[in-house]
């Protein structure tokens, strides 16, 4: 089921240590990034205003990575090591969120997740606004 959108959904890491509320967009515009970090991380992810994603619980276990530039904060749970969401380098007034962490959403219903080309055509690294993308993954389910 695709989840209703525009509304409060909840979510969390896997142990639960982490637990926040969410306002998604409208258009979910699921999507990748391939950049060095993502790449290895794999997750799929949805982009809100900052202001649309409150941690409801357990912020103190929350640890921020980052890297390069150190702009982007990566959010995951010390505990689980889940990713929940990240601070955006290329738009500090919004984050990523984990789309598998928000209950009621099933990233196998997405289909077609678009990567970012966030390794060889970020925006901050070109001078070019707007996102460039490497591709497309597509999720078949058997
Ligand atoms: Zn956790």
Redesign the pocket.
Known sequence: MMADTGQEHTG???????KFAAKLPDDLAPHRCNCSMCEKKSTVVIDLPKGDLTVTS?ED?LSAYSFGTGVAKHWF?S????QVYQNLRSDPHLVSVNAACIEGLDIWDFEEIPVVDGRYRHPKDTGTPGRKYIGVQKLVRE
């Open positions: 969390s890491c896997h142990c639960g240590s982490v357990g276990t749970c505990n689980c090591g889940i």
